[in-house]
């Protein structure tokens, strides 16, 4: 199983954040989005409670492609057994999950956040794939923190492998850039011994 961050930053004074706790969409970047979707596709994502209440419902919404989703939440939220959605209560149960075959699609897993999921699963993906918005909105009044407060380090501990720019469309508020990253070799022992 390989488990991979797919993350959007922009560059804030007080360091990488992830948006504004207060609004739902921080910059508009349209390619960014479509870029996500492709990614996603058919795939697993990991992600916390609260940012799966604000996924957009087109992102939710069933077709053959769509994702599949392991929200984690130590709260009763009757997510467990919905259709593609289902719920874990800890990491180690959502590994238990991802291993136990109940999602057929299970060999590519992303991990999409928010701000406690990427932290916490951070030392077990062996790939990142961070879109950098080059242009920080001027109203960002409740950073969301990549990491912590004042981290710079875009991808900690991974080795940049690839990167494609990303033009603005009409309406956009910034153009970007999408970086691969990919973990350094000394990774897989610690990858093993999580079995992951
Ligand atoms: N720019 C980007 O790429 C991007 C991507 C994703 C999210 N975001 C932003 O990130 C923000 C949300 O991040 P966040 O840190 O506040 O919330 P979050 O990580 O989306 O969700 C946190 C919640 O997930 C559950 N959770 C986290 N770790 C868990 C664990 N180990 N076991 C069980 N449950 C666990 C808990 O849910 P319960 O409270 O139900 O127990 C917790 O309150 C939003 O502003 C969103 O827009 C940005």
Redesign the pocket.
Known sequence: MRLTA????VKHPTGLC????DK?L?WRVRGDFQHLRAVTQNRVCV??????E?LPDTFKVRTSLSPDFLV????I?GYIHKGSVIQ????A??LGVLRSGRFGKAKDVIV???????R?WWPICSRAII?LIHKCPTDITSA?HWMDEGNVDLAPGMFLVNEQKIAAQDGDTSTATILTFERHPGFHVKAQALGA
Do not use: N
């Open positions: 797919v993350a959007a930053l992830l948006g504004d706790a739902h921080t992600v916390g409670r609260k940012t799966f604000i984690l939440s130590r709260s939220l874990a209560r800890t990491q149960h959502a999409l956040g928010g701000a406690q999921v990427y916490e879109t969301v």
